[in-house]
């Protein structure tokens, strides 16, 4: 090598390093830095393996805010609930959810995102979603709720009533799914939803992996497969055949159309909505099942509750009667399930809240203190570890207390404390501020409408009463609900049968 060349190579090298993050020091200001040993990698390895507890150890080491270097970005974590305030009120032009989203739904869904995105979904969603409008999807979802539930092994209606049983996970995962598909893409064949869904479990398992991008090239191959079959599935030529597409499906296929995206786009965001708004109600419906099964006090107090809202509202099971009629309005009427939903998803919802920094700011705490967060890293909340799981804000965190959220008066608790203050985001399954699912509403009442109407119509139980909890897989966390590590085996019983 010539002296110059040697230069040059030196220089470049010099850069590369630079670029990497080697020489990064923790300025004045700054919160605690640990980059880890690997360069560039960082700690993604450990952070990839299970998130909760290396941040729990990053937390034990550096106290609630700290930076790391994770594949190539530096991350702030800020871990502090009562400061959360401060961060989802900084505007879009320093803190930016969109961008991070936008790379994401590239490499998973293979789909391009437009400005209007947010504008056509959000409409959308008002209109459909919430509120009123959600009263159509409501009855769309019972009604499929009711078919799979009821009707589908057509060999049993002979018999008078028959114990079935059945893996709790796939059992609650494969009727939700179906049934929210339907009601949203539209009806025509139950054998497609029960293809569909296996090939859903399949991309499901990959997901992790190929959000990260760290999936082996085989493996890779078949994601890219299952995409394909997704967007062929729901593709609008699909549609345009199927009776009872929802309004929300045609709203979002018009607006987009109207930005003059391509047809074959839009197929690509059919997945994306479909992963977004059927990959969670399954998961958490099991749990939801589970903890009442495994809590007898829990199961008899939503029991209770189901037969006054039946009653009160003249409706009741009978043999050979009429299917219930479950509204909206009834599903207002539970308190009680309320909060055994809202503590399921405490226990099994973790999602990961990232923005890109797009201009140097100040971080200010709630008890003062202020920390420099530079241009061009990201920050992030995990509240799994900040909130859900707190002693100080919810004792005994670990366990499930179907009455957590309501107050003596059986009205739903909203106020919680830590270190004597009131805690404003007291959980927070589906994330908050502009990111905050704009489908929880749906979604939740998905799942209500499922355990209503597991409740009214069947008697279920553990086949080991003293089943454990199963372990959470440790891989998901991040992604919404978290998925148990096996299944659990369950007995059920149709009380009545229809038809
Ligand atoms: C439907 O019935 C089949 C056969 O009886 C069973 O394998 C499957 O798990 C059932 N599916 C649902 C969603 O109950
Ligand atoms: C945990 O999740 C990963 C990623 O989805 C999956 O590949 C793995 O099989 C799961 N492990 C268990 C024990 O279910
Ligand atoms: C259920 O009740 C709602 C509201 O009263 C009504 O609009 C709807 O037609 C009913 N559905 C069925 C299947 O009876």
């Known amino acids: 090598m010539t002296g110059k060349n040697m230069w040059i190579f030196l220089a470049a090298l010099i850069g ?17 830095l640990d980059k880890g040993f690997i360069p560039w990698l960082g700690h993604v390895l450990e952070f990839r393996r299970n998130t909760l507890q290396f941040l729990e150890r990053m937390r034990k080491k550096h106290g609630d805010v700290f930076t790391i270097q994770l594949g190539g970005f530096y991350v702030t974590f800020l871990q502090d609930p009562l400061s959360f305030g401060t961060f989802f009120k900084e505007s879009r032009e320093k803190l930016d959810f969109r961008k991070f989203a936008q790379h994401l739904v590239r490499r998973v869904f293979g789909y391009e995102t437009i400005e209007d995105d947010h504008r056509i979904l959000q409409m959308a969603n008002n209109k459909h979603l919430m509120g009123d409008g959600l009263e159509v999807m409501t009855q769309a979802m019972m009604a499929n709720l009711q078919n799979l539930m009821l009707h589908n092994n057509t060999d049993s209606c002979a018999k008078e009533s028959a114990w079935t049983e059945d893996g709790l996970f796939m059992y609650s995962y494969n009727i939700v799914f179906r049934a929210g598909y339907l009601a949203l893409y539209g009806n025509k064949d139950r054998d497609e939803s029960e293809a569909l869904f296996y090939e859903f479990r399949k991309y499901d398992q990959l997901f992790p992996d190929l959000a990260y991008g760290v999936l082996p090239p085989k493996k890779r191959v078949d994601a890219r497969r299952l995409m394909e079959f997704f967007w062929e599935s729901l593709s609008l030529q699909k549609l345009r055949t199927k009776d009872s597409v929802s309004g929300w499906i045609w709203d979002i296929q018009r607006g987009k159309e109207e930005m003059g995206l391509s047809e074959e786009m839009i197929n690509r965001y059919m997945f994306t909505i479909l992963w977004a708004s059927q990959g969670n109600t399954g998961p958490s419906s099991f749990w939801l099942l589970f903890y009442l099964m495994r809590y007898p006090e829990a199961l008899a107090a939503v029991k209770g509750e189901v037969d006054t809202v039946l009653r009160e509202n003249g409706q009741k099971i009978q043999r050979g009667g009429p299917l219930i009629n479950l509204t909206r309005t009834m599903l207002t009427q539970t308190p009680v399930l309320d909060s055994a939903v809202e503590e399921t998803l405490r226990l099994t919802a973790a999602p990961l809240l990232t923005r890109a920094v797009l201009q140097d700011i100040t971080l200010k705490m709630a008890d003062g203190r202020e920390y420099l967060i530079r241009k061009g890293d990201r920050m992030a909340m995990f509240p799994y570890s900040s909130v859900h799981i707190d002693p100080d804000i919810h004792p005994e965190p670990r366990s499930f207390k179907y009455d957590r959220f309501l107050n003596p008066d059986g009205s739903k608790k909203t106020t919680f404390y830590k270190a004597g203050k009131k805690v404003k985001y007291y959980t927070m399954p589906w994330g908050s501020g502009v990111s905050k699912c704009p489908g929880r509403f749906f979604a939740t009442n998905e799942l209500k409408q499922f355990i209503f109407l597991m409740v009214a119509y069947y008697d279920f139980e553990l086949l080991n009463p003293n089943e454990e909890v199963p372990e959470l897989n440790q891989t998901r966390w991040g992604f919404g ?19």
């Open 481 to 499: 609900t978290m998925h148990p590590t096996r299944d659990v085996r369950t007995i059920m019983f149709q009380k009545k049968k229809h038809k």
């Open 16 to 32: 590369w390093l630079y670029l990497i993050g080697v020489f990064r020091v923790r300025r004045p200001g700054e919160p605690p």
